[in-house]
């Protein structure tokens, strides 16, 4: 048993074998197959299942419409017909019965007659129908042979049940007993009759019975083919999804996976399917390509992104040395800036400036970093042994690096640094151009070379520790110079100084509270104090007008007097001119005309001396004409080769003579003493202009005879050649954009600056009532401080303070990223609007300062641009709102639901304010406040939420994060929506906070 067992058993193994690599062979080889076709085999095998599904259905329902084309047609008629007519020959039979029996019982005629008349038409009609049904073309054979029988059967019975019922009419006594005997044999034909009736209507009956079983069982056999078909559908189906499952899906779900797995940023996965040779084999291998050039890229990002912060964070560095070698004549901190961020970057623990002193003849060591004061008690009195070391990298003309400080000869220097745990050291030489300033030097506690970018770096450092300490120097020896020419200049500059000062400040408090005033005594009524008031005012602005041109005049002659340059509009200048002229000509009752050229456009100038000049020339003319007319003529020309621009202002005044024009435009001097008397004036606002129109590249000349007026020539040039000048000029600097902060109670805040409480309060009177939350500063630091916590939307800055001026207030403002975007309206008594906006201000005012120009100035820089993006799904409601919107002054956009703003807020620039309704398809005004918050470009714009929805506690706390009001439709007036979004578009954003958040 053993010995045949064993063979059988190895046999099967062999067989089972054989055939698991004959599977498996057919599924290497399916496997290889491409994906098309294989796609394409089960397309077909599936098609074949269908269409043979579809045949056996067809030949079924063709045959069946055949039989039952026959069944309905042809049988069931001629089997109604057959039956029709046998119920006719018994119901016809059973009257001849009822006629002979009614006869017998001697019922009257007047019942007999119509029966009889009854029966003769049944039998006439019956006769018609049997000769018709014989004639039918749809008998059969047989059919036809029985009815071509039937019908002399039919005859002799007709024949007989008219013999019956005649017999019945003759009325002897003998008729009815005859007609009794006659019926019997009128029976025995009728029976005869229906016999043959009966029988081909059952003979038809047979026959539809047989064709509806036959159909019934062609349906069953039909039923049971598609049940078949259907199984053999569904199996080949089931095989087809498994194999192309298992062959295609799930390989390509593995790809999937680990393609997610790529793009996650997970590149250590395994991909598998690589020996396939089809389409999914293909793309594994591109993968797998993929794969590498990730992990090669994020080797190489790595390794860029760390040069890159290192290179970031060396540029910063040298960017605040710079700053603060800049700002800053503070030698202990600059230098201390600088060890500071040497020895960081340069990846040491210590650092140490040694600066020489010529006095000693040694460096001595001045600013350390990462050392403590034990270290340095230690080493401060060894400076001859530092000096010997620097002496030598000054020798070899290079930075002298240690990279083991154990290798070195033994000292006091080295075994202290031993001591403390530092091994290597670099000492890069402080090298001006004809002297030894120092050195830098930094200490590391892992002995080895320094790198090169290292190196580099520390030369940049040494490079801007040698500037700050020249400039320490030179500012010492330029402050000793300027303490000797300070005595020389004392008595002028103290002159300026206290009438600038002491002078303008008065004034303007005088100036600033008499307007404040005349509004109050006009709400009042009181004409005569108002009069009073007016007269005030306008000597304080006539005495302040003698102070500025002293200034002006002063700074001229000093060559002090800065040049601004800036596109200016000629036109627009030209109607600000006619403005402000306006009162000054109707006083002496005076019309005045501009005749202007055409394309006048844009000219490159001094826009505040231009039109300083232009009114000084219009003033003088006004001043001197009585009951005449001033006109204004300006056109464009050529001179000298450049364009030039010329204004001619001309008067019918008193004019000049030739000895009056020859003294014109002296300082302090007017034609004569007589007009000067009569006229009034300080004979300045000439010489000034000249100076002016000299300094931008131009001058200024006069025609006029006595009696018949005069005319002043302003000519210009277009962008006149800063080094022609002998002023300092400026290039215009853009004005930097209002800032959006906020401000706890919604209104913007300004944060007034200047060291004069008069003139804080000043300020301060003249913007209540604008709708601004006011806060003051008395100095510099303040302010800093102050702008630092409460971010506001303004500033207002005076230039004059002790200590931090107003110049380094507004500098470290500009310098610092969170503070630089805030608009600074510097407000001084000097005329230095061109450096207030090249240190980054947004507009220079005078003092004393124009109420309205003020208050318009602040308005602008805190409005809020853009148009009003109403979200509503309702297009009457929409309407409504829009129009609303529009009587405010305001632009609207509309949109119907949520996903819609969605993409318009990505196609447009930012709305001013959203009109949201809360309920809306597809996308409803909760999802569409989430989208914005999540969205760093439009977290901050003001929503006010329109909703008739019944909000619960839960949504109105959460709209109260989000949206800037919430109006209840039909409960809520336009009113209210007019007062939200007013109160919206005055309150400012934080795009800051938001930078810094995001």
């Not at 059969?140 to 049940?161: D, F, N, V, Y």
């Not at 103290?494 to 408090?509: C, G, I, K, V, Y």
């Not at 807020?905 to 309704?917: C, E, Q, S, V, Y």
């Amino acid at each position: 048993m053993t010995d045949v067992k064993g063979p059988v058993t190895a046999a099967g193994r062999v067989r089972r074998s054989k055939a698991y690599f004959s599977v498996r062979s057919i599924i290497d080889f399916f496997n290889s197959l491409s994906i098309h076709v294989k796609a394409s085999a089960a397309s077909v095998l599936l098609l074949l299942c269908l269409l043979g599904l579809g045949a056996n259905a067809y030949l079924t329902s063709t045959r069946s419409a055949a039989e039952l084309r026959v069944l309905t047609n042809e049988l069931t008629p001629k089997q109604r017909a057959f039956s029709q007519v046998s119920n006719e020959v018994f119901a016809t039979h059973l009257k001849i019965f009822r006629y002979v029996s009614w006869e017998s019982n001697g019922v009257s005629d007047k019942l007999l007659k119509p029966l009889f008349g009854e029966i003769n038409s049944d039998l006439e009609s019956l006769s018609a129908r049997i000769s018709a049904l014989a004639e039918r073309p749809d008998l059969s054979s047989e059919e036809r042979t029985t009815m071509q029988q039937l019908l002399p059967k039919w005859a002799i019975c007709k024949s007989h049940a008219k013999d019956t019922i005649d017999v019945g009419q003759n009325g002897s006594a003998l008729a009815a007993p005859m007609a009794t005997m006659m019926l019997g044999q009128t029976d025995d034909s009728f029976e005869a009759v229906n016999a043959d009736l009966q029988k081909l209507s059952l003979a038809v009956t047979a026959a539809v019975n047989d064709l509806s079983n036959q159909l019934y069982f062609e349906a069953a056999r039909t039923k049971n083919v598609i049940i078949l078909v259907a199984v053999a559908a569904l199996l080949i189906s089931t095989l087809v999804a498994f194999v192309v499952g298992r062959s295609i899906v799930k390989p390509i779900e593995a790809v999937t996976d680990v393609m997610q797995r790529l793009s996650s940023g997970e590149v250590d996965v395994a991909i598998g399917q690589r020996d396939r040779r089809d389409e999914i084999g293909r793309m594994v291998g591109a993968i797998e390509v993929f794969r590498k050039n990730i992990i090669d890229k994020q080797a190489m990002e790595q390794t860029l992104t760390a040069e890159l912060t290192r290179s970031v964070e060396e540029m910063r560095a040298l960017a605040e040395v710079g700053r603060i070698v800049n700002s800053t004549l503070d030698l202990e901190a600059v230098l201390s800036t600088i060890v500071n961020k040497a020895t960081q970057l340069s990846a040491t623990e210590a650092g140490a400036v040694y600066v020489f002193s010529e006095d000693a003849g040694e460096h001595q060591l001045h600013t350390t970093y990462g050392m403590n004061d034990l270290l340095i008690g230690a080493i401060k009195g060894q400076h001859a042994e530092i000096s010997k070391a620097i002496a030598l990298a000054i020798e070899q003309g290079q930075p002298l690096q240690t990279t083991d400080l154990r290798a070195d000869p033994p000292s006091v220097v080295r075994d202290i640094m031993l001591q403390a745990g530092f091994l290597a050291r670099l000492i890069v030489p402080l090298l001006a151009a004809d002297r030894v300033v120092g050195a830098l030097v930094v200490r590391r506690q892992a002995p080895g070379e320094f790198p090169k970018n290292t190196i580099a770096l520390l030369q940049t450092f040494a490079a801007q520790s040698v500037l700050a300490i020249q400039n320490a120097r030179l500012f010492s020896e330029i402050e000793e110079k300027g303490r000797q020419l300070e005595t020389a200049s004392q008595h002028k500059s103290q002159f300026l100084a206290n009438m600038s000062h002491e002078l303008r400040t008065p004034l303007n408090a005088i100036i600033g509270y008499s307007e404040i005033l005349q509004e109050d005594v006009a709400d009042l009524g009181e004409a005569g104090m108002a009069a009073d008031l007016k007269k005030i005012e306008s000597s304080g602005r006539h005495l302040l007008g003698l102070i500025n041109d002293v200034l002006d005049l002063s700074k001229i002659e000093a060559g002090k007097m800065d040049v601004y340059l800036e596109d200016v509009g000629i036109v627009p200048l030209l109607e600000e001119v006619r403005s402000l002229i306006g009162p000054m000509v109707e006083k002496n009752n005076n019309a005045v005309e501009f005749r202007l050229a055409e394309s006048l456009g844009v000219m490159r100038t001094d826009r505040t001396k231009l039109k300083q000049s232009l009114l000084n020339l219009l003033s003088n003319s006004s001043k001197f004409t009585q009951n005449g007319k001033l006109t204004v003529a300006a056109d464009r020309i050529q001179g000298g080769g450049r364009p030039m621009v010329r204004f001619a202002v001309s008067d019918t005044g008193i004019g000049m003579t030739e000895e009056q024009l020859g003294r014109l435009f002296q300082a302090f001097g007017q034609a004569d003493a007589s007009t000067t008397k009569k006229y009034g004036g300080t004979g300045l606002g000439l010489a000034i202009t000249r100076n002016f129109c000299r300094l931008l590249g131009g001058d200024v000349t006069v025609a006029s005879k006595p009696g018949e007026g005069s005319t002043f020539t302003i000519t210009l040039a277009d962008d006149p050649d800063p080094q022609v000048q002998e002023a300092h000029v400026q290039e215009g600097a853009p004005t930097l954009p209002a800032r959006d902060s906020p401000t706890t109670d919604g209104a913007p805040t300004v944060l007034v600056v200047d060291d004069d409480p008069a003139a804080r309060d000043l300020l301060i009177a003249n913007l209540k009532g604008a709708g601004y939350r006011l806060v003051q500063a008395s100095n510099g630091n303040e302010a800093l401080s102050l702008a630092r916590t409460m971010r506001p939307d303004a500033i207002t800055l005076d230039v004059m303070m002790p200590k931090t001026d107003g110049w380094q207030v507004l500098s470290a403002l500009k310098a610092d990223a969170d503070l630089r975007d805030i608009p600074v309206i510097v407000v001084t008594m000097l005329s230095d609007r061109g450096i207030g906006l090249s240190l980054g201000a947004a507009d220079v005012l005078t003092k004393p300062v124009d109420r309205a120009r003020l208050t318009a100035l602040i308005h602008g820089l805190v409005r809020r641009d853009g148009p009003v993006l109403i979200v509503e799904d309702d297009a009457a409601a929409r309407d409504v709102v829009r129009q609303i919107v529009g009587k405010m002054g305001l632009s609207a956009e509309e949109v119907s639901d949520g996903r819609q703003a969605l993409a318009w807020l990505g196609g447009h620039r930012r709305p001013a304010l959203i009109l949201l309704d809360l309920m809306m398809p597809e996308m409803d005004g909760f999802e569409v406040l989430d989208a914005l918050s999540v969205h760093v470009e439009w977290r901050d714009i003001p929503v006010v939420v329109l909703t008739a929805k019944q909000l619960t506690s839960a949504e109105r706390e959460r709209l109260k994060e989000q949206a800037q009001a919430i109006i209840a439709k039909g409960s809520g007036s336009r009113f209210d929506i007019v007062a939200a979004v007013g109160a919206a578009m005055r309150r400012r954003l934080v795009r800051g906070a938001s930078a810094s958040s995001a």
